[in-house]
């Protein structure tokens, strides 16, 4: 018997997130258990009800849908992230990956579409711009997405780039999407000496918060999301 795939849909439009939700509950597989009008209340939901999946549109008052994808992520809870937006451009698309979602899809996505993409982030893949991917997959289409921005920014081999050397392995550290208290146990430093790190990043890249920080790095070459390995402190 197949497993129910349990799901929360969040938009703060009425007549589109009962939409979403009629279509969706025509498939014997699916569950909504849950709808919000904004991201707190998605996140309250989330935390709660633990769906499997959340369905959530990414301009919502409040909390906005890559915002509550970053506090899942955060959280590390367990409900996988499916973004759905009226602006769909490989961009936005990064951002969302960055961020913590597992699928991102425009609002014009047909209802079969969207439940196999559901199906798909559900098995532990990634359905991003039209293509479904492992974390391998993914992590290369993102690389080759990057290229073109790259070569614009530095030469190849050795690109200049504004951090220290310990700054740079924060860095890498953050592209893999590791918290500021993992990272302190990794290079043996102290929570508060990552958070110093981390917050002189923001200022020489002038971003706002960490997922503009790695985007912003990824485009110039200064990491890649393959070539991120950091030994552990001995």
């Not at 009962?18 to 014997?28: I, P």
């Not at 499916?82 to 936005?92: F, K």
């Not at 993992?182 to 890249?205: C, D, W």
């Not at 985007?215 to 552990?232: C, E, F, H, M, N």
Request: proline residues 3%.
């Amino acid at each position: 018997m197949m497993k129910e795939i349990t799901l929360l849909v969040a938009d703060d439009h009425p007549l589109f997130r009962q939409g979403v939700v009629d279509a969706l509950s025509l498939e014997k597989d699916f569950d909504v258990i849950a709808q919000a009008s904004n991201g707190e209340e998605a996140i309250e939901l989330i935390r709660s009800l633990k769906p499997m999946i959340a369905v959530l549109d990414v301009n919502m008052p409040g909390k906005n849908g890559q915002q509550v994808t970053h506090q899942v992520a955060s959280e590390q809870l367990a409900t996988r992230v499916v973004l759905l937006t009226g602006y769909d451009d490989i961009e936005q698309a990064i951002h969302a990956v960055l961020a913590g979602a597992a699928g991102y899809c425009a609002k014009e996505i047909e209802p079969d579409v969207l439940s196999r993409t559901i199906r798909a982030v559900a098995n532990g893949k990634f359905a991003i711009a039209g293509n479904i991917f492992n974390r391998r997959e993914l992590d290369t289409w993102i690389d080759e997405q990057m290229e073109g921005t790259r070569r614009s920014y530095s030469e190849p081999g050795s690109p200049f780039h504004p951090l220290s050397d310990r700054e740079m392995e924060v860095l890498s550290c953050v592209v893999r999407g590791m918290s500021n208290k993992e990272i302190a146990t990794l290079l043996g430093i102290s929570h508060q000496t990552v958070k110093n790190h981390v917050t002189s990043i923001l200022r020489k890249f002038s971003v706002e918060d960490r997922t503009q920080a790695v985007v912003y790095a990824l485009q110039r070459g200064w990491v890649k999301l393959q070539d991120t390995s950091i030994k552990p402190q001995e």
